[in-house]
């Protein structure tokens, strides 16, 4: 479990590798009408709602072995 | 709480939010303008202008006559010759004499175009008119505003609407609107089961009501970084990160009120594991939980509209009004609240569910 939250944790720090090329002026998130902003957004939503799934497969985890 | 194990509203919840992120994915941006080049004319000069367009139809069947304006202020001016070069390209010639320079003012010309098939479109303030210092009195071609004759100004195609600074982030609007949505509805069944325990005190409506603060601030999260992100790119263009959050803080009512929200839901989640006497511990937190939903509502729903704020529709105006959303948006938007609301339940019967089961154990 503590492997796999690792993990998640791990992707999630590519993230701010788009953040650093934003000093830049070819703004990677401006680019073709802004659409990586929508692809951000999503991904936010989708990682936020993976992470609360792990944590009540922790608490599951947790009855199971009991 | 037979809701908890029927499964027909959980279908209903995937089936809908998988038509909203195809739909978000294939439907394009509307018909709009991309840029104008050059961005500058002289006076008492003829300049020809390359007009980019985005998703337009200029050489479909259906668009028929393709038509294009200079406009300053409210006034439009036909222009001197105009061609359409491919479907999404145009040509336009335009001059202004020098005698003329003093009418307009602000010297920044909009560009508007209209076909049949994509109604009517422009870029605000495409051009900006570099006027003579000295007037030539010898300049001919004064220009006449004419008024212009248009089938349709609306768009016959399934698309959404083409804003500037916006662009395709339009698409946001299924995914950060109804995260609120979602939290309002979990914090409102949150209420119905602390109420429904202070008159009948039994351990599943204490149940009910922290899980449902708990997966609700799961969607306030989600909405607040969505947010955050959304703005930095639109709002905020050009501003760093820690200005930002600043300025979304102190200048914009809305975010800093629901944080103010959110931080009486997570002392709501302190109380109710600070006190190690269950009957005890639920009484006090369903009180609590009523007293924390009308101070949501006061932040989230009263408090914005009493002053201006970047959101739309705050400051005095009900939020969506016909502006705000078209009707290719709409096809989309109330499914995907529907569809996230439904999603906040299903996280939320589960986690009840395995509450249920531990106390079970326990007991």
């Not at chain 2, 359409?84 to 003012?105: H, M, P, R, Y």
């Not at chain 2, 602000?106 to 560009?111: F, K, L, N, T, Y």
């Not at chain 2, 839901?265 to 600070?274: D, K, P, Q």
Request: net charge positive; proline share 3%; hydrophobic share 50%.
């Amino acid at each position: 479990m503590k492997k796999i939250l690792n993990l998640l944790l791990l992707t999630l720090l590519s993230l701010t590798t788009f953040a650093q090329g934003e000093s830049g002026t070819n703004d990677f998130f401006k680019s073709n009408l802004k659409i990586y902003v929508v692809v951000a957004v999503l991904t936010i939503i989708l990682s936020c709602i993976f992470i609360f799934l792990f944590f009540i497969e922790r608490r599951l985890k947790k009855l199971e072995e009991k | 709480m037979n809701w908890l194990y029927s499964k027909w509203w959980k279908w209903l919840s995937v089936v809908l939010l998988t038509y909203v992120v195809a739909g978000s994915f294939f439907v394009k941006l509307g018909p709009g303008i991309t840029s104008v080049t050059p961005v500058a004319m002289y006076t008492d000069t003829v300049t020809t202008f390359q007009i980019t367009c985005y998703h337009s139809h200029f050489n479909s069947d259906k668009a028929g006559k393709v038509q294009m304006w200079f406009k300053n202020q409210s006034k439009y001016y036909a222009p001197l010759s105009f061609k359409v070069t491919g479907n999404e390209t145009a040509e336009a010639s335009f001059a202004v004499s020098s005698l003329q320079q003093d009418s307009f003012k602000p010297a920044s010309i909009d560009v508007v175009i209209n076909d049949e098939l994509d109604g009517t479109f422009a870029l605000r303030d495409a051009i900006t008119l570099v006027k003579a210092t000295a007037v030539d009195s010898s300049s001919t071609g004064l220009l006449t505003p004419t008024e212009p004759e248009v089938k349709h100004n609306k768009h016959q195609l399934v698309c959404y609407p083409y804003r500037e600074i916006l662009y395709e982030t339009i698409r946001n609007t299924f995914f950060h609107v109804p995260m609120w949505f979602a939290m309002t509805m979990l914090l409102f069944a949150s209420l119905i089961a602390s109420i429904s325990f202070l008159i009948n005190p039994q351990t599943k409506y204490d149940t009910v009501a922290h899980q449902a603060v708990v997966v609700a601030l799961l969607f306030g999260v989600c909405g607040y970084l969505t947010g955050l992100i959304w703005s930095k790119y639109t709002w905020y263009i050009g501003v760093s990160w820690g200005d930002v959050i600043r300025k979304l803080l102190l200048e914009d009512i809305k975010m800093a009120a629901a944080l103010v929200a959110m931080f009486f839901y997570f002392a709501y989640l302190i109380i109710h594991s600070s006190i190690e006497d269950k009957t005890k511990r639920a009484k006090v937190a369903a009180v609590y939980n009523v007293f924390a939903f009308v101070i949501f509502i006061l932040c989230v729903f009263v408090l914005p509209r009493l002053t201006d704020s970047m959101h739309p529709g705050n400051g005095g105006n009900p939020a969506f009004s016909k502006y705000d959303l078209d009707s290719t948006l709409r096809m989309f938007f109330y499914p995907a609240v529907i569809g996230w609301i439904l999603l906040g339940f299903w996280i939320l019967s589960v986690c009840i569910r395995l509450q249920f089961i531990q106390q079970k154990r326990e007991s």
